[in-house]
């Protein structure tokens, strides 16, 4: 069965520092997601991906936060200068109009 | 605005009996999705059911089971016959972009 993976499992990074956490969505999925999770909290939308742009993206996805699809199947989240607070497991999710969005299995990420 | 609202945030059953977490939710549209997420402690995020809100039918996935009532905006999911597997924290989640969720409901399976 097709599923999203994500690449690293677990980042540690140093405050300041440059992180892209990288995708490969199911391969005949349209629609694209980054989502993150605080430990002990609930999931939160960050950006959704559709056609080569972003279609939405909610308050936290700031300046300091970019996506690409860089190539047929890769779909990249960057976070530019890292902060403490960022250190969350990052979800990537793709979907096919209306069928549910199918999640990765995360990116740990953890800023020291 | 969309909201979600799950009430219960720890839910227990025995082994082979039924629980029945609770979701309420708001949004404007009249189209939309609704659906439930299981996240073992492992923390990956698993589809286990989903229910298009034009349809009347509450949606059926082996032991699961939801009570979609529309008009008062609730969706709960209904375990049947629990077993050990099954505990983890789940989640209600409606979509219209993007997925809005509840904070979830954590369901220990007593062996």
């Known amino acids: 069965e097709p599923e999203v993976t994500q690449t690293p499992s677990h980042q540690v990074t140093q405050m300041g520092q440059e992180v892209i956490l990288r995708c490969v969505p199911i391969?005949?999925?349209?629609?694209f997601y980054w989502y993150r999770q605080i430990l002990g909290q609930k999931v939160e939308f960050l950006v959704s991906?559709?056609?080569?742009?972003?279609?939405?993206k909610s308050e936290i996805f700031d300046d300091q936060f970019s996506v690409e699809r860089p190539d047929g199947s890769n779909f990249t989240l960057k976070i530019r200068s890292t902060k403490l607070e960022d250190s969350a497991m990052y979800f990537c999710?793709?979907?096919?109009?209306?069928?549910?969005?199918?999640f990765g299995p995360g990116t740990r990420l953890t800023v020291t | 605005a969309q909201t979600v609202t799950q009430s219960q945030p720890e839910m227990s059953v025995q082994e082979a009996e039924t629980v029945t977490l609770s979701c309420t939710y708001d949004t404007s549209e009249s189209d939309y999705y609704l659906f439930w997420y299981k996240q073992p402690p492992s923390r990956q995020m698993i589809l286990v059911i989903r229910?298009?809100?034009?349809?009347?039918q509450n949606a059926t996935e082996n032991r699961f089971s939801v009570n979609f009532q529309k008009a008062a905006k609730s969706f709960s999911l209904k375990i049947s016959d629990s077993q050990l597997g099954d505990a983890a924290m789940y989640f209600c989640a409606l979509n219209d972009y993007k997925l809005s969720f509840g904070a979830g409901t954590t369901v220990t399976v007593r062996a």
């Open positions: 999710a793709s979907s096919y109009p209306d069928l549910g969005q199918y």
């Open positions: 229910q298009e809100a034009y349809k009347q």
């Open positions: 391969s005949n999925h349209l629609y």
């Open positions: 991906f559709y056609n080569n742009e972003i279609s939405e």
